[in-house]
């Protein structure tokens, strides 16, 4: 009885926080750029729901707690990295090695998470990384976050994005499940508050998010029973991923910095053509559809890889010539 009434607490906390995200905004400088008049706070609500979440279940099954504290600890430092983004917009490069130190003593602490082998499907074939698990591993989760944080664009798709993955990625046998509970609802409450303008995620909230996603799909890799190979996973984060290697091309080709934000994603050409809804369902349906048949229907992963590409270099190619139209 005392879990729920504080899980009951818990939502009425985040509601609260959400409903005075402005003067929460006001005090810590939780603004984007320092002159969007719209919050950061989604990310500061989201983890200390998680939070508090977490102590609530330390104090029913404290092994548990235990078990994982060094992956709670890290999924923290990373969200102050980005809560600390949010408000002196830190470098790149900082934010990079940051990225890379924390997440490579983490793994040095705890290999659970390590990623010490890559399985291709396509060819039945399995490699040993060895040593250089403690590079690729960090390398993986630092490009989640970055494909994450770049797909944020438009209200309502990071949560999204976040929601549609997590329900592909879901396996009942995972162990994080009951951290997912936490992400899931904390995520559907912003998103209400997000779709009417009244809150932005922030890079705290995406990277925190990122995090855990991150976690979560290396633990299903290596004990999950879903089967998951390199391509169902690339299948997985396809179109976030292969948005932000288009982005940091053409970046690189027009002699920009291919850290520094523009209007050319995905989602901003969506938008410029469709309203809203539209723009959410077409990007939430390319992510989703693939893997519904990957999973269910046992469809060749490399194939609907395949496919999928040409679906969006189709739209990229009918958003921009419409755009110069």
């Known amino acids: 009885m005392s879990f729920y009434f504080f899980y009951f607490c818990n939502l009425i906390f985040i509601i609260i926080l959400f409903q005075n995200s402005k003067k929460i905004a006001l005090v810590t400088g939780l603004y984007k750029n320092n002159f969007n008049t719209t919050p950061l706070v989604g990310g500061l609500g989201i983890y200390f729901f998680f939070l508090l979440g977490t102590i609530n279940i330390y104090f029913l099954d404290s092994n548990l707690i235990l078990q994982n504290i060094s992956l709670l600890i890290v999924m923290s430092f990373i969200f102050l990295i980005g809560l600390l983004d949010d408000i002196l917009n830190i470098d790149y490069k900082a934010r990079l090695i940051l990225f890379f130190v924390i997440l490579t003593i983490f793994m040095k602490l705890n290999n659970i998470y390590l990623i010490d082998n890559l399985y291709f499907e396509t ?82 909230g995406v990277y925190f998010i990122s995090s855990f996603l991150s976690f979560y799909v290396i633990n299903e890799y290596k004990f999950g029973s879903l089967g998951l190979s390199c391509e169902k996973i690339f299948l997985i984060f396809m179109i976030p991923g ?48 693939p893997n519904m048949l990957s999973r269910f229907f046992g469809f060749e992963s490399y194939l609907l890889i395949i496919f999928n590409l040409v679906i969006y270099c189709l739209f990229i190619k009918y958003l921009k010539k419409s755009e110069i139209s």
């Open 123 to 204: 060819f039945n074939k399995t490699f040993i990384l060895g040593n250089i698990s403690f590079f690729i591993t960090p390398l993986f989760i630092m490009l989640l976050i970055n494909s994450m944080n770049m797909a944020d664009g438009i209200n309502g798709i990071a949560s999204l994005i976040f929601l549609s993955i997590l329900f592909i990625l879901f396996n009942h046998s995972n162990q994080l499940n009951i951290f997912l509970t936490f992400v899931v609802i904390a995520l559907i409450i912003f998103l209400y508050f997000n779709l009417n303008n009244k809150i932005y995620l922030g890079d705290s």
């Open 242 to 289: 292969i948005d932000m290697f288009r982005l940091f091309c053409v970046r690189l080709y027009n002699k920009k910095n291919p850290f520094k934000g523009d209007l050319n994603h995905f989602h901003h050409l969506l938008i410029n053509k469709f309203n809203i809804k539209k723009s959410l369902l077409i990007y939430i349906s390319v992510i989703i559809w």
